[in-house]
């Protein structure tokens, strides 16, 4: 267990629809960062949180959007669903985010999201 | 061509066999993270190196900066080591994750 946990484990909804995935980091950890993956595309970086700002972007489309609460949780926000957004989407946090050095992250178990 | 770079991307062992997996990347990193993803979809970090060589249990990681490659050693493998093993680097002063395409590895009894 990571300490990372995610809600929705599993996610089943239609094209069109928009759903919300939560994430909350380890006790102690400032940054939160998002990732997709999908069978095609495999693991890809969509944004990183850090203390509440955003501090990087990837591979996010503008249907998406996140944010981080004061109380560090974060949120995806994803709309006008579309079957190829239909991946497990991981987030992953971790102490630092910011600065020249690098801190390992630790991810959550996952959110399933299927639409059909 | 990616950026990180597995190899092979499908390994089918015995038990007891020594496995390595490798790595290669193409740009300029911080450090190099290995992760492990069982078929139930969740994913560990296994070990996270900028330099050298770690070890944890039967696992060994080893990473060279100037060759821009890693490898991810298992030894005594067992059929509870099959899984989906990623490498992801860290660019420069970044933290932003790029991945391999992973190394899928099944052991058999």
């Known amino acids: 267990d990571s300490g990372v946990t995610q809600t929705p484990k599993h996610l089943i909804t239609a094209t069109g629809q928009r759903v919300t995935l939560r994430c909350s980091p380890r006790s102690g950890d400032l940054s939160v960062y998002w990732y997709q993956q999908s069978l095609d595309q495999g693991l890809q970086f969509l944004i990183q949180?850090?203390?509440?700002?955003?501090?990087a972007k990837g591979n996010i489309l503008e249907r998406f959007s996140a944010q981080q609460f004061p109380d560090l949780h974060s949120e995806l926000n994803l709309s006008s669903l579309e079957l190829g957004d239909s991946a497990l989407y991981f987030c992953?946090?971790?102490?630092?985010?910011?600065?020249?050095?690098?801190?390992?992250?630790?991810f959550g178990p996952g959110t399933r999201l299927t639409v059909l | 061509k990616n950026e990180v770079e597995q190899s092979p991307q499908n390994l089918t062992a015995q038990e007891g066999e020594f496995i390595t997996i490798n790595c290669s990347y193409s740009?300029?990193?911080?450090?190099l993270h290995w992760l492990q993803q069982h078929p139930g979809g969740g994913i560990v970090s296994l070990f996270m190196?900028?330099?050298g060589k770690k070890k944890h249990g039967r696992l060994i990681a080893t990473i060279n900066i100037q060759e821009k490659h890693s490898s991810l050693h298992i030894t005594a493998s067992h059929p509870r080591d099959s899984a989906v093993y990623i490498c992801?680097?860290?660019?420069?002063?970044?933290?932003?994750?790029?991945f391999g395409q992973g190394a899928r590895l099944t052991i058999n009894p």
């Open positions: 949180y850090y203390n509440g700002e955003e501090r």
């Open positions: 992801a680097v860290i660019l420069g002063f970044s933290q932003k994750l790029v």
């Open positions: 190196l900028s330099s």
């Open positions: 740009v300029g990193i911080s450090a």
């Open positions: 992953a946090s971790s102490v630092g985010g910011a600065g020249v050095s690098y801190n390992e992250q630790f």
